[in-house]
């Protein structure tokens, strides 16, 4: 069998994106309502080192990496990407059901994403990723990546740390 991946981004340019994301990871969009078996919303994984008590708190999340980090928001800039990471649900059929949370391929998964994440944009810019396992599809790995990178000052100002989407693509 033949596997496929890919990897699809979405640029995020406000807070209220963010909130829009951390509602869907809860469940509390319509969207949710139409397409989510609740009695299996429990069993989706979720992970961020910067909220690990509550990973799907996004919005506090990106908060926590922006103070732990300094990283600033650039000017009209997006302040993170959406990142889908999607493989072939066959593979994760292998081992067995490529929606249960315990099937060793899609742990891998969810693991292998994150860590793809962490070595193209850096340890600190993977604020949360989430696998959902309450949905009809399998295979799809959301994750929340702050790329950053150092913006020169001029005219006398010190160079800073900024989110910077566009230099991490």
Request: charged content about 25%; some cysteine; glycine content about 8%.
């Amino acid at each position: 069998m033949k596997a496929l991946a890919a990897i699809r981004v979405q640029k995020i340019k406000s807070m209220s994106t963010i909130r829009a994301a951390e509602e869907h990871g809860r469940r509390l969009d319509e969207a949710s309502n139409k397409r989510v078996d609740a009695t299996r919303t429990a069993m989706n994984l979720a992970a961020s080192q910067y909220s690990p008590d509550d990973p799907l708190a996004l919005e506090a999340a990106y908060r926590s990496f922006r103070k732990a980090t300094g990283a600033v928001e650039g000017k009209g800039a997006a302040i993170m990407a959406h990142m889908i990471a999607v493989i072939s649900p066959e593979v994760l059929a292998e081992a067995g059901d490529p929606r249960d949370p315990n099937n060793p391929k899609v742990r891998a998964l969810f693991e292998q994403a994150q860590a793809w994440a962490r070595s193209e944009f850096g340890d600190e810019s993977l604020v949360a990723s989430r696998l959902d396992v309450d949905e009809k599809g399998a295979g799809v790995v959301d994750l929340f990546v702050c790329p950053t990178a150092m913006q020169a000052g001029g005219r006398g100002r010190k160079p800073k740390l900024t989110i910077s989407v566009k230099s991490g693509l």
